[in-house]
């Protein structure tokens, strides 16, 4: 199963995180900070979309650069890091997709959260994977945006 999804800035600011597991919010700013701390160094490692995988907190953690964004996705012993680096794909995909006018920065990022929200909620249901072409993604999203997106899901 899908723990988490964490999109950092370089500094390793959280710009979006999405968990599939219950864990209070004081665990999750406590797993947020550790996994920074754990993983910074190896960042410089991990340009032009190289995936590395690190085993933090019982969990296996597949992370990369895309632009301006670090994104970490981490799964449980059930997920394997080749498993998790295949998921990786469409959320990459789909995150160039929403960004590509301006590039992947972090404000253009911010800007189209909630497409990004939509996107992600068709790749991974709740903490498994779903879909993974992006042409199916764009048209399952495009039929929900039209829907006012509800505060909580942001």
């Known amino acids: 199963m899908i723990n988490s ?3 950092t800035n370089n500094n390793g600011n959280i710009v979006f995180s999405k968990y599939y597991s219950n864990i209070n919010d004081e665990k999750q700013s406590e ?11 190896e960042w410089v490692n991990s340009k032009n979309e190289k995936h590395l995988v690190t085993e933090f907190s019982g969990y296996i953690t ?3 650069n895309v632009g301006d964004l670090m994104l970490f996705l ?3 012993e059930e997920m394997d890091e080749l498993a998790l680096s295949d998921i990786f794909f469409p959320i990459i995909e789909s995150l160039k997709d929403i960004c590509k ?10 800007e189209q959260i909630p497409k990004f929200i939509l996107y992600l909620d068709e790749i991974i249901q709740r903490g498994h ?6 042409e199916s993604i764009q048209n399952y999203s495009s039929l929900k945006h039209d829907q006012p997106i509800k505060k909580d899901n942001v």
Do not use: A, H, M, R
């Not at 797993?31 to 160094?41: G, H, P, R």
């Open 74 to 76: 981490c799964g449980s």
């Open 5 to 7: 999804l964490l999109i």
């Open 129 to 134: 994977l779903d879909q993974v072409q992006l």
């Open 101 to 110: 006018k301006k590039g992947v920065t972090e404000q253009n990022f911010i």
């Open 62 to 64: 597949v992370f990369t």
């Open 31 to 41: 797993y947020e900070k550790l996994l920074y701390q754990f993983t910074k160094d």
